[in-house]
């Protein structure tokens, strides 16, 4: 009997140090997605997303194709994960297509961090879109974005 009681006490500890490792990693990780990623571009253009002129801001640059959304959501285009960049523009990476990211600028509401596709990341009145492909020698280059890619992140399924 004191064996059985000994066993069962084992194995609650340890399902309870499993779930602390657990909870303790998910902290770990939420916390790096607060961090803006820094992205090194292949073209460099005196005009990005973020910068000001005469005191308004610049939203979208060369490369991006601007949508009326009129405040509507935007849905993530593959299992994968949400950061924000210095011009807290969203960037979306997912290793089901690992050379490219994908800048999301002009959203209201960020949601970052690990989403499956379909997820909400965020709603916008005019969402700036780009696909950034990465270069042999490790820079970012804006390409012309996919059509059905653009269509995945206007739709949730």
């Not at 292949?42 to 973020?50: A, F, T």
């Not at 308004?56 to 509507?72: A, E, P, R, T, Y």
């Not at 509401?109 to 696909?131: C, E, K, M, N, V």
Request: one cysteine or more.
């Amino acid at each position: 009997m004191l064996v059985m009681r000994l066993v069962s006490v084992t194995k609650l500890l340890s399902l309870i140090s499993i779930l602390i490792s657990v909870l303790l990693a998910g902290c770990g990780s939420s916390s790096n997605n607060d961090e803006p990623i820094k992205l090194q571009m292949y073209q460099q253009w005196q005009l990005k997303p973020g910068d000001a002129v005469k005191g308004f801001q610049v939203l979208g640059g060369l490369g991006d194709i601007s949508i009326s959304l009129n405040g509507k959501s935007v849905y993530a285009p593959f299992d994968g994960r949400a950061q924000r960049d210095p011009q807290n523009c969203l960037i979306f990476s997912s290793p089901d297509v690992p050379a490219y990211l994908f800048r999301l600028c002009g959203l209201n509401d960020l949601r970052l961090g690990s989403h499956q596709q379909g997820a909400p990341l965020g709603s916008a009145s005019i969402l700036h879109f780009a696909t950034l492909r990465k270069q042999p020698d490790g820079t970012w280059a804006i390409v012309e974005p996919s059509k059905p890619i653009i269509e995945r992140v206007l739709s949730q399924t």
